[in-house]
């Protein structure tokens, strides 16, 4: 039987926003179970070539993260583009904006890519983030 495109778009949306929802509620292990094993982040501060390493960061972002809002879903078949607001406790980056572009495989978060301006961060942390971990 043939799933409809509906019916994909419909998966991609309720695997996104488990992801969010997990991330919102710094549910790290539920974030990790949306992620697919051969997982890739790309962004213009880091990538990641594997979901354990990509939870290790958001773990330490949720650290700082009040919570997100959530702007706009776009969903076309596999693939998502969400719009968010991060809110966190740091006055410089307090009101962090971001989009996303996920691909979605087998029911799990496959790729991220991730855009934002990270003039802020690099400021804040220079050009190496990982010396800020």
């Not at 980056?93 to 991220?112: C, D, K």
């Amino acid at each position: 039987m043939n799933r409809s495109e509906n019916d994909v778009a419909s998966d991609t949306a309720a695997v996104v926003e488990a992801f969010l929802d997990a991330f919102d509620r710094n549910d790290f292990e539920r974030v990790r179970a949306q992620l697919a094993g051969a997982f890739v982040y790309d962004g213009p501060l880091d990538h990641f070539g594997d979901p354990d390493s990509f939870v290790r960061d958001l773990e330490k972002y949720g650290q700082v993260v009040r919570r997100i809002e959530r702007r706009r879903l776009f969903v076309d078949g596999d693939e998502a583009c969400v719009i968010l607001t991060f809110i966190t406790t740091i006055p410089a980056i307090e009101r962090t904006r971001m989009a996303m572009w996920l691909r979605v495989e087998n029911a799990r978060i496959a790729r991220i890519e991730g855009f934002l301006d990270p003039r802020a961060y690099v400021h804040m942390f220079g050009e190496d983030r990982s010396a800020a971990s």
